[in-house]
């Protein structure tokens, strides 16, 4: 388990949202949805390049690790994007309309919500390996400016899916199965 809360900035916690799920999932989507697929593309175009894996021993281990991530994360944000966050913007519309939620459609809110939590572990996990690579790389080479130019892009994309892992964790789905279990159990 990875501590990614340590680097999360103060400015983004549960008082930032007044407890609207709804605007967070919004800012959730506009900011760090964005971020992550610009910067993978990014990192993507950066890690096919000649010159950067002429510096590396096991360039397709590097080329592998990236191409994983940029995957996995793409499926995990369509993921939220169509499945979990309407079934959250749904719950907190039912609560609103004073209704109970219709949950033979979805089972329960947890179900999706497990899957995500255990996604964000292994990108995490990617990440690492492939820092361990570039930091391999970095200390076997003498010339190896691309790779300068390479970390900062992994650490920037590293530091905001910590920020980005920490408002689902800790504040979007704690919140929405409160929530799913105050509307099933009143
Ligand atoms: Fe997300
Ligand atoms: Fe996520």
Redesign the pocket.
Known sequence: MYNYKTTVSEGENANSFNNNLIELMEF??ST??SF?RNALQKILNYSNQVELNNLIDKPNELNGLIEHLFQDMHN??EK?ERILFPLIKYLVETEKFGERPKTRNYGTVRNPIRQ?LSEHETALEIIKKIRNVLTKARNDKTNNDPLALLFPLISEFETDLQK??HL?NDILFPRIIELENKLLHT
Do not use: A, G, L, R
């Open positions: 959730i989507v760090h949805h992550v995990h944000m939220e995500m980005h892992i689902e």
